[in-house]
């Protein structure tokens, strides 16, 4: 079963243009990461926010937290060719250890 | 770096067949989890080991699969038989113990088709 589902499910942005991915959610969590996969590769850990936070940046990347709303969103600036990937929010919910995928944002970012 | 490694990267197999794939998580990881891909959607966790045990396997159709983790560092998925709706991606990753805070290193997969 998918805890999380992102939208869009498929994204495509010239470069240089921000890409904004959205990821809702079902029941109360610790926490939620982002991940990014590359075709036919693994995923690649990018970012964690704690259900305390609001917000959190790292380099190009900002994510936002909303849990009164469950939902959490992805901010890529300045987008590159080379962040063409899919997208997929994970949550761990409160109490458990087991994080449950969303269904991913196919993003396409052409030069 | 370290890695995860899993092997093999590729398998084609008959329905009806067995297969085995295998998992070498990052040393020190005591924390490993095989998942399952199916194009287009997001991982799906089969088995998660803390150590040597089982932590959680709710999702592993325990008719036909099978995961072991035997001196609790590399680690053995198994489908016997194997059906033709087992095609996808197998992934393996593994983090450090209290994992709910832990970023998980997924290794490159193996892609599974049953014919």
């Known amino acids: 079963s998918q805890q999380g589902e992102e939208d869009p499910q498929a994204l495509s942005i010239q470069e240089g243009e921000n890409a904004t991915m959205n990821c809702s959610y079902k029941?109360?969590?610790?926490?939620l990461q982002w991940y990014r996969q590359n075709s036919g590769r693994g995923l690649v850990h990018l970012i964690l926010?704690?259900?305390?936070?609001r917000e959190k940046h790292s380099g190009r990347l900002r994510v936002t937290l909303d849990t009164s709303k469950k939902s959490s969103s992805l901010l890529i600036t300045a987008s590159r060719a080379a962040d063409t990937a899919s997208y997929f929010c994970a949550t761990a919910s409160s109490g458990t250890y087991k994080y449950i995928f969303g269904t991913g944002t196919r993003l396409k970012v052409l030069a | 770096e370290a890695e995860v490694a899993q092997s093999p990267r590729y398998k084609i197999t008959e329905k009806s067949q067995a297969v085995a794939f295998w998992c070498d998580p990052i040393?020190?990881?005591?924390?490993l989890y095989w998942y399952r891909q199916i194009l287009g959607q997001g991982p799906e966790l089969l088995v998660q080991f803390q150590d040597e045990s089982v932590v959680d396997d709710s999702q592993l159709p325990k008719d036909r699969f099978s995961a072991e983790r035997l001196k609790g560092v590399d680690s053995t998925l198994k489908i016997q038989p194997a059906e033709l709706g087992d095609s996808a991606m197998y992934l393996c990753?593994?983090?450090?113990?209290?994992?709910?805070?832990?970023?998980?290193?997924f290794g490159p997969g193996t892609r599974l088709t049953v014919l």
């Open positions: 040393s020190g990881h005591a924390t």
């Open positions: 990753a593994s983090s450090l113990p209290g994992a709910s805070y832990n970023e998980q290193f």
């Open positions: 926010i704690r259900s305390n936070e």
């Open positions: 029941t109360s969590i610790n926490n």
